[in-house]
């Protein structure tokens, strides 16, 4: 199984302080997608990094990809309350089947 | 922003009857998607769909499930002879090419009873 497995399971922070969610995957991979879910709300995507990236950026937002070591960060700087969600990696090997994590559970504190 | 949009959002239904999930994709996208997510589980993938037939299906997708796209704009998931198991929320998404970000509705909770 391709399936991502995200890690911490649940991370509780302080407002303003920053958040690293981490990914492994187990086979090659096209592109490597976070996606955020809100309570009882579908997924939001909110970044993609290509196989042959290792860094990206999108506005508080960073995720690097290893892809010797099959795993991925998603760093969220300066977190808000509003960021309080779950957060999934998702990953392709190839065509339109793609493998969610198990997510880990952010809860940033006011 | 164009939305992929789910009904009915909560669905009811005795174990043995078939249900429809239906899910109207943004309108320029060319492939479609079910997920699955039972409660406090993962998201699970079921199928993926392009011109008019199945791309890939997952082992979860059998003869139960089955996918449709009646008009222009509708995405249909059935599911036959529900069980208990089928109890969860099933998300459509949709994307305008393969291995793109896709956009998810706010999906259908189903519970079987």
């Known amino acids: 199984s391709q399936q991502g497995e995200e890690d911490p399971q649940a991370l509780s922070i302080q407002e303003g302080e920053n958040a690293t969610m981490n990914c492994s995957y187990k086979t090659s991979i096209n592109n490597l997608q976070w996606y955020r879910q809100n309570s009882g709300r579908g997924l939001v995507h909110l970044i993609l990094i290509r196989s042959n990236e290792r860094e990206k950026h999108s506005g508080r937002l960073r995720v690097t990809l290893d892809t010797s070591k099959k795993s991925s960060s998603l760093l969220i700087t300066a977190s808000r309350a509003a960021d309080t969600a779950s957060y999934f990696c998702?990953?392709?090997?190839?065509?339109?089947?793609?493998?969610f994590g198990t997510g880990t559970s952010l809860t940033v504190i006011p | 922003e164009p939305e992929v949009t789910q009904t009915p959002s909560h669905q009811v239904t005795q174990m043995g009857q078939e249900v429809i999930l239906r899910c109207v994709p943004i309108s320029n996208h060319l492939y479609f998607y079910w997920y699955r997510q039972i409660l406090g589980q993962k998201v699970e993938f079921l199928v993926s769909?392009?011109?008019?037939?199945?791309?890939?299906k997952s082992e979860i997708f059998d003869d139960q499930f089955s996918v449709e796209r009646p008009d222009g704009s509708n995405f249909t998931l059935k599911i036959r002879s529900t069980k208990l198991e089928d109890s969860a929320m099933y998300f459509c998404?949709?994307?305008?090419?393969?291995?793109?970000?896709?956009?998810f509705g706010d999906g259908t909770r189903l519970s079987i009873l």
């Open positions: 998404a949709s994307s305008a090419v393969p291995n793109q970000p896709q956009h």
């Open positions: 769909f392009y011109n008019n037939e199945i791309s890939e």
């Open positions: 998702a990953t392709d090997a190839n065509g339109n089947q793609f493998y």
